[in-house]
Nanobody, 118 residues
Framework: QVQLVESGGGLVQPGGSLRLSCAAS????????MYWYRQGPGKQRELVAH???????NYADSVKGRFTISRDNAKNTVSLQMSSLKPEDTAVYYC????????????WGQGTQVTVSS
């Protein structure tokens, strides 16, 4: 079982940048497509981006051109570089290797809060 720990959230002004990281506890991480989700206040959880084991990335339309997902299989980490942040990006961001699993279960990280506000 892989444990996932997110970090890097915080408070940022509109137009600012943040870099989120998700660290996996085991090197089998490299075999998995990794996902970033977010859930804003009063909103449903939504897929932000995902990256295959080989590094092919896909993005939600709402973040395309502003966010970049990347992975370092040697370090068992997946990152989300967020730029040109907007207030509507405010959410708790989660990484997972199994989006079909029970939310909050062992295949999900604990989440990191991102707040975009002036």
């Amino acid at each position: 079982q892989v444990q996932l720990v997110e970090s890097g959230g915080g408070l940022v002004q509109p137009g600012g940048s943040l870099r989120l990281s998700c660290a996996a506890s085991k090197n089998i991480f490299r075999f998995y497509t990794m996902y970033w989700y977010r859930q804003g206040p009063g909103k449903q959880r939504e897929l932000v981006a995902h990256i295959s084991s080989g590094g092919s990335a896909n993005y939600a339309d709402s973040v395309k051109g502003r966010f970049t997902i990347s992975r370092d299989n040697a370090k068992n980490t997946v990152s989300l570089q967020m730029s040109s942040l907007k207030p509507e990006d405010t959410a708790v961001y989660y990484c997972t290797l199994n989006p079909g699993s029970i939310f909050g279960g062992p295949d999900w990280g604990q989440g990191t809060q991102v707040t975009v506000s002036s």
